[in-house]
């Protein structure tokens, strides 16, 4: 499959898949999506307590990257599992232009350490990051109970709509602590229908620039946190 990089409208890049016509991140901002998907509608719930994360999509490392500055930032001690079937390569990793866009503390050689660590190992990035990335396929995931917080960042329904069935995503429940979150940048019905089956409370809100919603899904998060 045909990839490339390109500027998405925020300055920051992303990969396209050309035959699919998708790509990794939102054409209309990487870094505007990633930020208000994530951490606004997602981190920004656990305000400066300890997290552990799960990501479903490792993909460029921008979430896991804007979330570790986040860690930073806030002094808040956060646990990430980064779930990736197919690897990006070293050389499209490294190609992004996130450090640069986001001008950040040690920003290049932070993103560089995410993407040059060992898979299957627990690395720590700076004080606060702990790091796993798991070479996974998403209907592999067999945790229960660990996660605080699950940024759910697969390729779109209209790509990989097994991706989004009933079977992952009561992996996805399982996956959760008792009062846990999973969000998602998705707002089709389909997607609604199959994280409700499986037992979250689903909220749709406002989502990141050109698209009008995303969803947030809570596993008694409302009743417990």
């Known amino acids: ?25 939102s054409k209309m901002g990487a870094i505007q999506e ?3 998907v994530f951490i606004q509608n997602g981190l920004d719930f656990f305000d400066k307590k300890p997290v552990s994360i799960l990501e479903i999509g490792f993909g460029t490392g921008l979430n896991a990257f804007i979330t570790c500055l986040e ?13 990736e079937a197919y690897p990006v390569s070293l050389d499209e990793a490294l190609a992004m ?23 299957e190992t627990e690395n720590s990035i700076g004080d606060n990051f702990r790091l796993i ?28 709509p097994e991706l989004w069935s009933v079977e992952i995503f009561q992996k996805m429940y399982n996956a959760l602590k008792g009062s846990g979150v999973l969000v998602t940048y998705a707002a089709r019905g389909v997607v609604k229908r199959n994280l409700k089956e499986v037992g979250f ?9 050109g698209k009008r919603e995303m969803m ?3 596993k008694n998060f409302l009743r417990n946190f």
Not at 201 to 209: D, L
Request: hydrophobic share 35%; with cysteine; net charge negative.
């Open 71 to 83: 860690a930073q930032k806030r002094n808040q001690m956060i646990q990430y599992s980064g779930v």
């Open 133 to 160: 990335k798991r070479k996974q396929f998403f209907n592999d995931i067999d945790d229960v109970g660990r996660f605080d917080l699950i940024y759910f960042d697969a390729f779109g329904f209209q790509v990989q």
């Open 34 to 36: 990633a930020y208000h």
């Open 216 to 218: 947030i899904g809570f």
């Open 97 to 119: 232009n996130y450090p640069s866009q986001l001008d950040a503390v040690n920003g290049e050689e932070i993103f560089k350490q995410l993407h040059l660590v060992d898979w």
């Open 1 to 25: 499959m045909e990839r490339k990089i390109i500027t998405t409208l925020d300055g920051s890049t992303t990969i396209q898949l050309v035959d699919w016509d998708e790509c990794y991140h």
């Open 201 to 209: 409370e689903v909220k749709k809100v406002p989502g990141p620039p």
